[in-house]
Each structure stands twice: as structure tokens, then as C-alpha cells.
């Protein structure tokens, strides 16, 4: 059995203390898409298990403790996908959202399809039942200060025991952005990927992240024998080469193997595996 979830809480400059606390939350939300793995749950269970504790989280960029735009309102991205089906689910610029990766699963399962945004997903998340709650409700105190320094995207990555691999992404975006403005997080091969392969969820400066479809390129140099780890590694360096940005990922193999790399000075990534391996890096 590879059963594996590695989760990362965004990459980014953050102060020291900031990121212990983060790097407790990213165990907490490993932990949560583990046990799901551990009870024979899915991988794509897992992974919505794991991103929806860190939007839970006001620690970071996701759900409750997004970043503003420039107006100074919470519009949200998330997305889901599952690697043995390539069913995915996403939405976009979506307010008043507490949990963005439920209503992106719901997209996944419940509609024809892959991405929704905005006035649309609302209406959807309705009619499916998903509670949408005043969006001043996601807003914490201190947070425009704090998001003009720090990010926090989170994301997730799993292999259940049949062997199929999803990913998961949900943010905030990027503090002062254009009403309407949506990143990488949703676009299915940019922020969020997964096949049969592998699976990939990517941090950092949206448009470059698109502009490169980070997450399928990643997952494309799996497909030429690297693992994840060297994937991973080779994945940024060409995105540095190719954008001079930063950004940052996690990914996981077929066989269990986890990857991560960052361009930016952080990214807590916490992992755990079946024999009890934990990894926890910054
Ligand atoms: N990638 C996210 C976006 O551009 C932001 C982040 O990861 O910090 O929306």
C-alpha cells in the first residue's frame, strides 16, 4: 500500500514564528486527508479534507482569511481533480464561500461542468445546498497588512490504497487584485492537475503559473521517467528560467514518491505515508 497526502500552506516570505504556526496547520490538514486514506476513503475525499481544514484556518490564504481585492472583498478560486477519471471541478471569483473546494467538488460531481464563476457558482451552490454566508464573514482583522507581505494558497496531493492520485487548490489569490480577476488555482493543468501519473497543486504568482501550465508540465516530466522529487525540482527550474518568478508546488507519483521545490524563500509542506513516514519542511 502507497497511501500518501502531502499538503502545502503556500509559498512566500513569512516571519518565523508565522510560519511554525503554519507548518502546524498544514499538519493538522495532512492529518485530516490521512485518516480518510487510513478508513479506505478516496483520494479525492482526502484531498477536500485536507484544503478544507486549511480554509478553515485564518492562517491562511484560502476560504476564512482570504486576501482583499482592490475593493477590499474576498472573491475566491478553487479546484478539484481526480486522477483515475480526469473528472474535475472548479470555481472562480466566487464570494461568500466558506469552504470553496466543497462547492468545486459539487461542480465536479454534480453539473456538466468543469469551471464555474462568480454570480453563476453562487446560484449554483444554492441550488446544490452549500450554505453561502455574508462574505465579510471570511474577512479577518489585521488581515490587509498582513497579506501585503505574506501569502498562503493551500493545496493538497493524494494516492489512496487503489492506487488513484487527485489533487486539490483553494485561494484567495493575490492581495489587491482586480475585482473579477481569477489565477491559476482553477485552471485545470496550471495551479491543479492530476492523472493517472500524478498529481500536482502549485503556489505563487498566478499569471506566470498560467502562462507556463505549471501543474501538467510537471506531471509531463513523469511521463518522461523522473519521479516526483526530481519532477518537482526540474518543474521549477524551468518556470524560473521560463518567467523569473516565483511560485512553488507539490506533487506525488503513481508510486507514492512526494515532491516539492519553491522559487520563493518558503513553503511549508507537511507529508505523511502508510509507514508512518512524516515529512515537514518550510
Ligand atoms: N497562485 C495564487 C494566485 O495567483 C496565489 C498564491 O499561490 O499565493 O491566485
Given at each position: 500500500?502507497?497511501?500518501?497526502i502531502l499538503v502545502h500552506g503556500g509559498a ?14 498544514c499538519?493538522?490538514a495532512a492529518?485530516?486527508g ?13 484531498v477536500q479534507?485536507a484544503v478544507?481544514?486549511l480554509e478553515?484556518?485564518?492562517?491562511f490564504n484560502a ?14 478560486d478553487a479546484a478539484i481533480m ?19 473546494i ?49 501569502h498562503g494558497t493551500v493545496g493538497a496531493v493524494a ?7 487527485a489533487a486539490a487548490t483553494s485561494t ?12 491559476d488555482t482553477p485552471?485545470?493543468?496550471?495551479g491543479t492537475y492530476a492523472?493517472?501519473?500524478?498529481a500536482v497543486s502549485c503556489t505563487g504568482?498566478?499569471?506566470?503559473i498560467?502562462?507556463?501550465?505549471l501543474a ?31 511560485a512553488g508546488l507539490i506533487m506525488l ?7 516539492y ?6 513553503l511549508p509542506v507537511c ?12
Open positions: 500500500m502507497h497511501l500518501a512566500g516570505e513569512v516571519s518565523a514564528a508565522s510560519l511554525e504556526d503554519r507548518q502546524r496547520g499538519h493538522a492529518a485530516a490521512y485518516a480518510v486514506l487510513k478508513q479506505g476513503g478516496g483520494a479525492v475525499d482526502a479534507a478544507a481544514v478553515d484556518n485564518p492562517l476560504g476564512t482569511g482570504s486576501t482583499l481585492n482592490r475593493e477590499g472583498r474576498v472573491e475566491t481526480d486522477g483515475a477519471t480526469l473528472k474535475a471541478g472548479a470555481v472562480a471569483a466566487v464570494s461568500g464561500i466558506r469552504n470553496p466543497r462547492l468545486a467538488r459539487r461542480v465536479m460531481d454534480s453539473s456538466r461542468h468543469i469551471l464555474l464563476a462568480a454570480e453563476g457558482a453562487l446560484r449554483f451552490a444554492r441550488q446544490q445546498g452549500i450554505e453561502v454566508c455574508d462574505p465579510r464573514e471570511l474577512v479577518v482583522p489585521g488581515q490587509r497588512t498582513r497579506w501585503e507581505r505574506e494516492l489512496d490504497s487503489h492506487g488513484r492520485l484567495g489569490g493575490i492581495f489587491d487584485k482586480l475585482p473579477g480577476r481569477v489565477g485552471l485545470i493543468g496550471c492523472d493517472a501519473r500524478g504568482h498566478g499569471e506566470d498560467i502562462r507556463t501550465t501538467r508540465s510537471a506531471v509531463h516530466l513523469l511521463e518522461q521517467g523522473l519521479d516526483a522529487p526530481a519532477a518537482a525540482e526540474l518543474a521549477i527550474r524551468h518556470f524560473v528560467d521560463m518567467t523569473h518568478s516565483e507519483d503513481h508510486q507514492g514518491r512526494m515532491g521545490a519553491r522559487s520563493t524563500t518558503h507529508g505523511m505515508t502508510a509507514d508512518g513516514t512524516l515529512i515537514s519542511a518550510a
